[in-house]
């Protein structure tokens, strides 16, 4: 059994301020709902389950807050949400996606071969994503978008052959800076 199935309970009884270190290989999707909680990876890698089953599609990690998907309210954000150092590959949708997070932070990931985007933010503000590896994912290698309020920083990362190296919809405020973005289809697209 992986981590995530043995120990779905640390993340679940993680309290503000945790950080759950992980190792090794795991076929998991995982969903975090709670304020205040660091996944540390060390030389982790994420690849989807056999059976997939998660609100937020087949996806690595997902950041979820309590979002009306018809209208793109957010009753309630999700916080402080932090996850670094993983490998997240080969999933249908995400490799990283948040819907409904305020400050949520993306560092020194790498996320390869995912269906839609390796690193997105949703109905998020104050969006981190920091010096993380993107590649051959089948949309954009980041995206913020459908954040009117998204105050997102993008820095540091590394993207490359996706169709889009970093793709920006839709959303208001922050700052893109300091990223290698080459041999995508298009490097960096703002739309809206």
Known sequence: LSYFRERAESI???????????????????????????????????????????????SGFCVLGDVNFQTGNVSEYVEDVSINGFTI????????VAFGARDAKFIKNRAFNNGEYGIAAFFSTGTRVISNTTGNDGEAGIYIGSSPQANATVTGNNTYGNLFGIFVRDALG???????????????????
């Open 89 to 96: 590959r080969n999933f249908h949708d995400f490799g990283i």
């Open 174 to 192: 922050g700052s893109i800076s300091g990223n290698s973005v080459h041999n995508n289809c298009m490097g960096i697209l703002f739309l809206a």
């Open 12 to 58: 679940n009884a993680a309290e503000r301020g945790d950080t759950i270190l992980v190792r090794g290989l795991h076929h998991e999707t995982v969903v975090i709902r709670k304020d205040g909680i660091t996944l540390l990876g060390d030389d982790a890698v994420l690849q989807p389950p056999d059976t997939p089953t998660s609100p937020c599609g087949p």
